[in-house]
């Protein structure tokens, strides 16, 4: 919860908008961590988390269309995927994740 704190703090100081993309996909590392972290026991947030960060992933790719854009797309869908799959019934999350180990 610290480290979501600190990401608020460094959005809103000056010059912020001027981070290296770096320093923007740290950041955005960091919220899906806290995502994955809360994940089981409070899938809301986990999904709200996930939101966030698939909007910082656009507005990264927005800002820097060249910078490592295979990660920056393996993120995306990621995201996108944990969202779908969250919002999903409980039997239907378990189908999926029995489907991509086979």
Known sequence: ???????LLLAFLPGAAAQTPEAD???IL???SEADSVAADRPAEAQSKYRQAHDALLKLQGAHPNWQK?????RLKD???HNSI??????TRSRKKANWRS
């Open 1 to 7: 919860m610290k480290a979501y704190a600190l990401l």
């Open 25 to 27: 996909y740290g950041a």
């Open 30 to 32: 960091l919220l899906i």
């Open 70 to 74: 295979g990660i920056v797309r393996f």
């Open 79 to 81: 995201c996108r995927q």
């Open 86 to 91: 969250d919002s999903a019934p409980v039997s």
